[in-house]
C-alpha cells in the first residue's frame, strides 16, 4: 500500500501555517524560560485557516499572569531538577525510561529531513520542545515544498505518531498527578488536545493506494 | 535552535530512515575516570553531538612473556553512554529552596551560584580561618589527574582544608606502612602472572577487576595455585585452586597459624629474614623494647641517635650493630637511603637464642624478635586457629606449605583488609608471611594493595609560583573532631571503650602525634566527586551532628546522589566523556586520555572550570568587598592570603586556561610520563609509561613507587624506625596494647546482634557510580539485595525475595533478602554503593554501621620513627567491619 494525501482536503497553502504556528507556540512555551527571553504573548492570538477547532486564548490568559521568574521555578522543579531526577522529564527518551533505539529513531527522522540542532541541544534531541520545533519545520516543509510536499506530511503523521502521540498523553498524566492548576499542566492539556486533533486531521488527509504489481 | 534544511529524497514511510546508512562524525579515545583502577581505553562513537556507543580499544602491549593488558573494558562502560543521559544527570546549577534533604530546587545561573558561594566563602575564610572551609574530593574526581591538580592549586591558594580520601574510606595499608615505612607496595596487575602462588584476600576480583581478573586464571592455567580467601562465597572464590572461609574478622588468626606452620617446619628463608628484616634484631625481655645504642653507652642517650639496632653475630658472639641502622641525621626518610645499606658483609645474625647483655641498667637478658615471635605464633598452632577461624586444621597446614613452597608467593589483598579496626595486624601478619617466604620485593611476590604515582607533575602545578601551603588532612580525625564520635562509641560500645580510646585520641593530639582540627571549627563544605554522606561509617551520626550541622554545603558533582541532596548548591560537572583529563593507575603501565568527545550536557562544565568560576568569583567579591589579606599559618608557615587574587594565582596569571594546559603541564613536569603533545595523546588514547620492562615497578625511571624493591634488590634501607621491614614495634602503646607482633585480636561486636554484616565492592556498579543505572539494575534484582545463609533466612521464618529489616543499636534498614548458600551462618553480605535514595525512608546500610569513631590508638603513635601523622601514609584508618546486627522479615 502506498500512502498519498489528498490535497482538496490537505489545502497546505492554507492549513500550514496556522498549524506550525501552533507547533512553535507550544515548543516556545515549553521551552525552558531559562533558555528563552519571556514571551510576548495576547490571548486574542488567531490561527486563521486551521483546519480544526482549537482556541488558545485561555491557556494564554493564565500564562501572561506569571512572571518569567516564578516560570523558571515552575519549569525547573517540574521538568529540570529534583533528587531523582525530573519529577517529570520532559526528554521523551528519559519520560520512557530510555528504550532501546528511541533516540536514534528521531535522530533519523532529524537527519533525513535535515533538521539540524545547534551543538548545544543536540544531546536534547528528544526534548519536547526540540519534537514540536521538528513538526513546525516539517509543516513549513510541507508549505514551501513545489515537488513533494507529501515527503513532509507523510513525515510529519509518522513522527507524530511514532513519538509525540505516544508519549504526550502519559506525560500529561503524570504531570496531572502532580499538580492539575499548575500552568505547566494546563499547556499540555491544551498541547495533548491539539495533538490529537491534529493526528485526526492528518489521517483524515492520507489515503491508501493499492500499488502491488500482478 | 535550528538551521533549517529541506529533504532532498522523498519520504514514503519510516523504513526510508533506517534505509541511510548510520554513519559517525567522529571516533574519540576515552576512558572512565572512576576508581575501579581499571584506567580502560575506549573508542567513544558520536554523531550529531551525542555518545552513542563505546568499544574497547585494545592496543595494549605485552610485558615480556605475560599476557597482555587488553581488551580492557567491563559492563559499566560500556553502559556509560546511556547512563550519561540519565535522569539522575545534573545539568544546572542548582539552589536548595526547602529544607535540606527534601528535593526542592530551584534552577539558578552560574554567576549566581559562585557569588553567592564565594561571598559566604569570604565571610567564614576572615571571620575564623579558611582551616574551617574544606573541600573534599572522592577519587571520581581525585583520580583524575588535571581535575585533582585544580583542587591541589585551589587549596594551595586559599588555605582551605583538603580531606585525604585514603583513610577517610578505610583504604589506608597502615599495617604496610608500619611494616615497611610505605603504603604503594603494587606491581601492575601481569605481575600476578610471575606469582606462584596468589592468595587472594578479602577481595573478589573476579566481579571487581574485570578488566584484569583475566591475570589469575591465565596464571592459574600456566600452574600458579590461586587460592581465595573470603568468608563468602565469591565469583573469584569459584574459579580459585583453592577456596578458605574463615569466619569474619578472623583472617589474622589464619595468617599466624600459617606463620606458626612455616617455622615450625623450618619453611622460612633463613638468609632473606635475617638481612631485609628487623626478626634478628635484638629485644631486652625486662622491657620489651629493643636493645639501642643508650642502653650501652652515655652517647646513646643523644636523642639523635637513637635508631642504633642490635644483632648478635654468631660468627663472634656478640652484640654487633645492624648494618644500615644508626645513622643520625634523620631517624626515618629517604635522606637515610643515601647511606646505609642492609648488607650484612661477615655478620652472621642469629634468629634464636637468649643473651646476657651489659647495659647502663646492669645485666639484662636480650633475646631475638625471631624468638619473641615463635613464641606468639604458639597460640596460633593450626588446631587452635582452627577454633577461631572454623578453617580446619588440615587446610591451614596444606596453605602454609603451598605457600612457603612457592617462590615467590603474592597476597592480593583488598581494601577490606584496612577496614578492620585491627587491620593494621592482618597485613602485618600478611608481610610476615610474605617475608619468611622470602617473597616481598620479588616479581610476582609481595602485598598487592597499592601503589600510586609519584606525584612531582601534581604538586608542582599545585605550588608553582606560589609554594606550598596546602592543608592536608585525615578526614578520620577530622570527623572525630567535628562529629559527635565519642557518644556513638559510648552508645554502640559503652563507656569504658569511649574513655579508653578518647583519652589516647587525645593524648596523641597532646603530643603533638597528630594534628589538632578542632580549634576553627567547620563551617562550610565542597564536596567533589565525593559522594561524602554516604560513606561515613557512622550511621547517621556525622550525617547528624557535622554534615547537616555545617552552614554552607556545596556539591560538586555529575550526578545527584544524597551528598548533594543535603547540599545548599549543587554544580553542575562534566562526565567521562565531556572533559580533557589524564588518568595513571599503577595496575596498568599506561598513560590513559579522556578527551571531550561531546561537549558537556547541560551547563556542566569540568572540575578546573568550576573551580576557576569560584576563584573568579571569590577574586571579584574580595575586591568588591574591599577584603583585605589575611593572615594565616600552614605547618607553622605564616602564609598572606590575598583572595582578590584567587583567579589570576588559579591560573598562573592566565597561562593556564583550561584542563588541557593542566593536562599538559602534568605531562611536561612529571617523571615516567613520555613527553608527548596532548593533541597526540588525544589522538593515541594510551601511551605506554616509562621504565616498565617487567610486570614490577622496579626502575626509577617509572612513574610509581618502588622503594620496597630496591630495598630488597639494592639492599638500600626502609623508611621504617629500623630500617628493615619492621615487625617489632616497641613504641609504648604497641607494648601497652599487646601489639608489638603481629598477633591477632577478635573484632568488636555489638553486645545481643549475633551476625556480622560483610560488605564488597559491586560487579555493577563503582562505589555509588551506575549503582543507579536501570539495565545494570536489570541484571541484578532490580532493587538492593542483601545476602544471607539459608539457616539464618529460616530461623526467621525468612524466604528468598523477601523484604527483610536489618537493625541493631544505631539503626535500622531495609533491603531484598537474597538466600544463598554461599553465605556462611552467622553472617550478611550485601554489595556497597547503594544510595540512600534506593532504600525505604532514604535510608541505606550505613544506619547499621557505628564504627566511624573507632579511631585506633595505636594509629594515632607518633615519636616513634616513622610513626606520626603523614598524610596518605599514616594515619587511623575508619573502620567499617567492627560491628554486629540481626535481621526479621519485614512486614
Redesign the interface.
Known sequence: MERVTNEVQRQSETTALPRATIYSLFSQLLSSPHELKPLSLTSDISFEGLPFDFNVSEMIDNYIKYDHDELRLRYSGLFEVGDDGPPVPIREDLFLAQPAKLREDIVRFYDYFGYQLDEEFQWQMDHLSIELEFMHFLIIGELRSDNDKLSFQLGQYDFLEKHLINWVPPFLKKLSTLDESDIYTKIVIELEEFLLKDQFWQKETISHKDVAGG | ??????????????E???R?K?TWDKVVRGTHGTNCAGTCAFNVYI????V?REEQQGQYEQLGDVPDFGPRGCQKGLRHH?YM????R???P?KR?GERGE?????ISWEQATTEIADKFLDYATEYNPECISYGSGTQMSVKLASYASLLRLGNITGITVPEFFSGVGDLPTGSYMTLGQVYTGDTFASVYKSKCVMVWMSNPAATRIPDAHFFWEAKYNGTQVIAVSPEFTPTAMHSSLWLNPKPGTDAALAMSMVQVILRENLYQADYIKEQTDLPFLVRTDTKEFLRREDLSLYGLLAVADNVYYMWDESTNSVVQAPGTGRADKPFGRDRRKYGTLELGEIKPSLEGRWIVDTLDGEVEVTTVFELLKEESENYKPENASEITGVSAKVIEKTAKIFADADPGMIYAGYASCKWLHGDLLQRAMLLLLALTGSTGKEGGGLQIANSPNARGLTQFGFSDVGPAFRLISSTTWDYDHADMKELNQKIYGNDLAEKFDRYYKKSIEEDWFPDYSKNGWKMGFFAGNNGANWRATGSTWRKTAFEELETIVSLAPD?GVT??YSDYVLPIAHHYERNDLMLQSRVPYLQVLNEA??P?GEAVDDWEANRRLAEAISRRAKERNIKPIQDAVDGRTVRRDYTKTLELYTMGGRVNNSKDVAQFIINASHGIPKISFEELSQKGIVKVEGVESTMWEKDESPYHNEIVKSVKKKLPYETFTGRQQFYIDHEWFIEFGETLPTFKEPLKIDEFPLRMMMGHARHGIHSTWRDD?FLLSLQRGEPDIYVNPDDATNRGVQDGDMIRVYNTAGEFFAMAHVSSGIQPGMLFMYHGWDP?MFKGDKNFSEVIPTGGLIKPTSMAGDYGHLGYQPLAFAPNQTYKDFTCDFEKSA
Open positions: 535552535m535550528s538551521t533549517q534544511a529541506i529533504a532532498d529524497t522523498p519520504y514514503r514511510g519510516t526510508d530512515l533506517y541511510r548510520w554523531k550529531d553531538g551525542v552513542w546511556k543521559y540519565g535522569k539522575q545534573i545539568l544546572y542548582l529552596v528535593g526542592k530546587w530551584e534552577r545527584m548533594s541532596l561531546v561537549p550536557l536501570s535514595k
